[in-house]
């Protein structure tokens, strides 16, 4: 059982549109999620701009790390059924306050942040979690004072029981099922669901990680199934990529303004100290940016002197994405030319975005770090196979990289330019 001294006189059940109920039994999660570091993440979209795309997209990743953690904490139930003298209940607060602040240092817009500004959310993670001033340390701190160091470490997957961090960050973990599931759901992408449920009453917990009864092949095949159709149809469309590079352009010609000290009256304090050389910005500070402190710095700088900041600005604002053609390497110098043909400051109004997963990795002969998604035949712990020998589905996916390179340009060039025009309409399709 887990820890009676902080067991809550009255256990506290959110409502959840995914998960249904979210239980919190325990007074240093609901401490952590009343923190100001994790309330934050209410104002931090999940989907970064995909929401201009799928318009039912707004959820947080707020609503995610709740339901990363609520799952976390199921199948800490279900293995106590499963194995009920293998789990290790000291470390049900390891793993179900890592559940929770997996993603408490995702930037404003997520990765497009990371990829503009050089950060690294993991470590901005494992930073807020380690720093004295963080209301997270300190109310980690309060439980254990080596509690810090437990969680930051499954982050950071050097901790040492393989099986936490492998319900955190594996192929088939509690961070990725939630967020197909959610994602799915806000989007109305019907072909992201698959069956949690069943999958969790499949796992089986060893010290290596969890494997899974022979019995839910099928299940866990959906799973990827429903993985590869959400990148393909969700996470690499091309029009919310499109307003990726918009916002990429954005902040790029912000940061040479600021370097350059033009209309310096445009970045008050907060978001003038991502942008200072060296982009060597204190936790504190960091933790004051969110998506929409971006928001209000893009309104203002709408009406800036500078055309290509106003620009871009409303460009973002508006939802103007740049339209997008495959490319390779060698006719990319060529495209840019076009786009400087047609009167744009190819810098600034011209992209690539190159999208590239593989839905399933076998990691065979390769990577032993990394394990396939195991499978006891018969029950027997001793006799696995890994899911590609079963599944001849995912074997035909199995490290099968999906690529998609594409140059975005800016839409009117389409009524200019018509190498752009031909090639963009025999290229037209969904991803």
Known sequence: MANSKYILAKERVLRDPILNFIRVEDQTILDLINSSEVQRLRRVKALGVANLVFHGGEHSRFQH?????????????????????????????????????????HGAYSHTFE??????????????????????????????????????????????????????????????????????????AEYGKFDIERIMEMMIPTDDGIIFNEAGVHTVEDYIISRY????????????????????????????????????????????KVFEVGKNISTEDYLKLDDGVFTTAFSIWRDSKDPVLSDLSRRFLDRIPFKSIPYSESKLRSLEAE??????????????????????????NRNKKNKPIQFAIGGDLENQKGLSSLSTIVKALDDDEITDNRFFFPKELLETDDNLKKIYATSRRSI
Request: proline letters at 3%; charged letters at 20%.
């Open 65 to 105: 790390s709740l339901g990363v953690y609520e799952i976390t904490r199921r199948m800490i139930t279900h293995f106590d059924v499963n194995r009920p003298t293998f789990w290790n209940h000291d470390e049900d607060i390891v793993v179900m306050a890592a559940g929770l602040l997996h993603d408490v240092g």
């Open 115 to 188: 990829h503009i500004f050089g950060t690294n959310h993991e470590q901005f993670t494992q930073d807020i979690i380690l720093n004295p001033d963080t209301q997270v340390n300190q109310i980690l701190s309060a439980r254990d004072k080596d509690l810090p160091a437990k969680v930051a470490s499954v982050i950071a997957k050097t901790y040492e029981n393989r099986l936490v961090i492998s319900m955190i960050s594996s192929q088939i973990d509690a961070d990725r099922m939630d967020y197909l599931l959610r994602d799915a759901y806000y989007t109305g």
């Open 229 to 272: 159709q959400m990148y393909i149809q969700v996470y690499f469309h091309p029009v919310s990529r499109g307003m990726e590079v918009v916002l990429e352009n954005l902040l790029s010609r912000a940061q040479a303004m600021y370097n350059e000290k033009l209309e310096p009256e445009l970045f008050f304090s907060t978001i003038a």
């Open 339 to 364: 786009v400087e043909a047609g009167g744009f400051d190819k810098f600034y109004y011209s992209g690539t975005n190159n999208a590239n997963n593989i839905p399933y990795k076998s990691y065979s």
